[in-house]
T-cell receptor, first 113, second 114 residues
Framework: GESVGLHLPTLSVQEGDNSIINCAYS??????FIWYKQESGKGPQFIID?????DKRQGQRVTVLLNKTVKHLSLQIAATQPGDSAVYFC????????????FGKGTMLLVSP | EAGVTQSPTHLIKTRGQQATLRCSPI?????VYWYQQALGLGLQFLLW???????NRGNFPPRFSGRQFPNYSSELNVNALELEDSALYLC?????????????FGEGSWLTVV
């Protein structure tokens, strides 16, 4: 079936760099997208979300970009810090009925001091 | 305000036994979701409850079941445990279904089947 996937399994950056984590989705009916951060041994933590009527949304040090034409989602983290090291998941949800969040496999972000 | 709380934190069971995991949603949230996260894998959707009713079910065998109580807390039951059921079981909650509300997760319950 259709699913959400990630391009890179691991991303290594230096502290202070900007990080970009990418996600591809294949279901054109998806209308809501969320990025979660999961630190080792903990549950996923909500970072930022975006709806399909937007193409950009900014939070504190994070920006999510949505390109519906190519079904691509990205999470940009500015001035990456060691505390940002975690696995990042994108998730999608569809507009109809009792649909639920579908998660990608995750990208590990490693930040070196 | 308390987040999603889950118990127990860790549970060790023998193959063939039953496991019961519990979840309390964020106050005011009526929807509860269960996900399984096996080691090194992504989150697999298990069950979704809202207003006491099962709204959706993932691709898991019937020995995975659950329920939602009138206070919106929820239980996940896993019968006839198998070794591959060892995983982190995550509960999440959101405001009422039907709109795209943010889903918030608890810290999970680690189930080990030996």
């Amino acid at each position: 079936g259709e699913s959400v996937g990630l391009h890179l399994p691991t991303l290594s950056v230096q502290e202070g760099d900007n990080s970009i984590i990418n996600c591809a989705y294949s279901n054109s009916a998806s209308d809501y997208f969320i990025w979660y951060k999961q630190e080792s041994g903990k549950g996923p933590q909500f970072i930022i979300d975006i709806r399909s009527n937007m193409d950009k949304r900014q939070g504190q040090r994070v920006t999510v970009l949505l390109n519906k034409t190519v079904k691509h989602l990205s999470l940009q983290i500015a001035a990456t810090q060691p505390g940002d090291s975690a696995v990042y998941f994108c998730a999608e949800n569809m507009a109809s009925g009792y649909s639920t969040l579908t998660f990608g496999k995750g990208t590990m972000l490693l930040v070196s001091p | 305000e308390a987040g999603v709380t889950q118990s127990p934190t860790h549970l060790i069971k023998t193959r063939g036994q039953q496991a019961t995991l519990r979840c309390s949603p964020i106050s005011g949230h009526t929807s509860v979701y269960w996900y399984q996260q096996a080691l090194g894998l992504g989150l697999q959707f298990l069950l979704w409850y809202d207003e006491g009713e099962e709204r959706n079910r993932g691709n898991f065998p019937p020995r995975f079941s659950g329920r939602q109580f009138p206070n919106y807390s929820s239980e996940l039951n896993v019968n006839a445990l198998e070794l591959e059921d060892s995983a982190l079981y995550l509960c999440a909650s959101s405001l009422q279904q039907g709109v795209r509300n943010t889903i918030y997760f608890g810290e999970g319950s680690w189930l080990t089947v030996v």
